[in-house]
């Protein structure tokens, strides 16, 4: 049973920074590519990040330079480090595996995410 918890969210003003984890199981964390998500209210939720096994990283344009995507397969998990945080990254933050497609199609079962809000 595939099992993914997000965690690290919050309340912060803009230019802060959030550091967001997922944990998995059931899923064989190693070999997977894996993304970063987000889901702002009343949008299509999107892919922010993406890091293969090898850590070879990929961002949205939209988080290039103040994101940054880690994965750490020993303890089957993966990070998000949020800098220089705009109102505009407000959004519910989920981890899932990515496609180098980008299609969201055939992904696991979503876990609950973790909100993010960046206001002063």
């Known amino acids: 049973q595939v099992q993914l918890v997000e965690s690290g969210g919050g309340l912060v003003q803009p230019g802060g920074s959030l550091s967001l984890s997922c944990v998995t199981s059931g899923v064989i964390f190693g070999i997977s590519r894996m993304g970063w998500y987000r889901q702002a209210p009343g949008q299509q939720r999107e892919l922010v990040a993406r890091i293969t096994s090898g850590g070879t990283t990929t961002y949205a344009d939209s988080v290039k330079g103040r994101f940054t995507i880690s994965r750490d397969n020993a303890k089957n998990t993966l990070y998000l480090q949020m800098n220089s945080l705009k109102p505009e990254d407000t959004a519910v933050y989920y981890c899932?595996?990515?496609?180098?497609?980008?299609?969201?199609?055939?992904?696991?079962?979503w876990g609950q995410g973790t909100q993010v809000t960046v206001s002063s």
């Open positions: 899932n595996k990515a496609f180098s497609s980008g299609t969201m199609a055939g992904l696991w079962d």
